[in-house]
């Protein structure tokens, strides 16, 4: 089925610990991000792609890093994981401007 | 800075109900509104969306209201059943913006058999 495409769906880390969270589309879309949701604060952007090799900050950018080097994969890392990224990350993805996402499933992460 | 606030945080509405979800924005150059639909463990799901140059969108029982005058837009969900339950978010981008959405804090609906 097309659509975006998260892996792991769950993890768990120490601090310290690094990790990457890798996002797959397969509509041929142009623009990516990642989200994450905390309880009541909705979604906030922490990086965006608008095309392959291509990447930008967003809202809450600290303490991750991303890369493009494919259109249809972005990567998202966490270098030395703290407890305050623990949340649910969301890859989505967009054929362009002023059109709609379409979101995966999610990565539910704990950092202990 | 919220640019995107939404009300209310939950609602309960009987079956057959109407319910209504509110958004307000600030920046003027928002010109695409969407709304998404969350179900628990599910990551969100486009629902309708509307641009600025129509005042109401209407999609089977979802309706969108728009007043730019006022920077606000609503959800309707006529006839409101069990299987809408879920979180409701909505959200505000721009053209020039990358297409980057705005996200509302989400409205958790509840519809009561």
């Known amino acids: 089925n097309a659509g975006v495409t998260q892996t792991p769906k769950f993890r768990v880390l120490k601090t310290g610990q690094s990790m990457t969270l890798l996002c797959a589309q397969d509509?041929?879309?142009?623009?990516m991000y990642w989200y994450r949701q905390d309880p009541g604060m909705g979604l906030r952007l922490i990086h965006y792609?608008?095309?392959?090799?291509?990447?930008a900050k967003g809202e809450v950018p600290d303490g991750y890093n991303v890369s493009r080097l494919k259109k249809q994969n972005f990567l998202l890392g966490l270098e030395s994981a703290a407890p305050s990224q623990t949340s649910v990350y969301f890859c989505?993805?967009?054929?362009?401007?002023?059109?709609?996402?379409?979101f995966g499933s999610g990565t539910r992460l704990t950092v202990v | 800075q919220q640019q995107v606030k939404q009300s209310p945080q939950s609602l309960i509405v009987q079956k057959g109900g109407i319910s209504i979800i509110n958004c307000a924005y600030e920046n003027t150059a928002f010109d695409y509104f969407p709304w998404y639909q969350q179900f628990p463990g599910k990551g969100p799901a486009l629902l309708i969306a509307?641009?600025?140059?129509?005042s109401e969108k209407k999609e089977g029982r979802f309706t969108i209201s728009f007043n730019k005058s006022a920077k606000q837009f609503s959800l309707h969900i006529m006839d409101s059943q069990p299987g809408d339950s879920a979180t409701y978010f909505c959200?505000?981008?721009?053209?020039?913006?990358?297409?980057?959405?705005?996200f509302g804090d989400g409205t958790t609906l509840t519809v009561k058999p």
């Open positions: 959200a505000a981008s721009f053209g020039t913006n990358a297409g980057k959405s705005t």
């Open positions: 989505a993805s967009s054929y362009s401007v002023g059109y709609g996402y379409t």
């Open positions: 509307i641009r600025p140059d129509v």
């Open positions: 792609s608008v095309g392959e090799g291509t990447t």
């Open positions: 509509m041929n879309h142009e623009y």
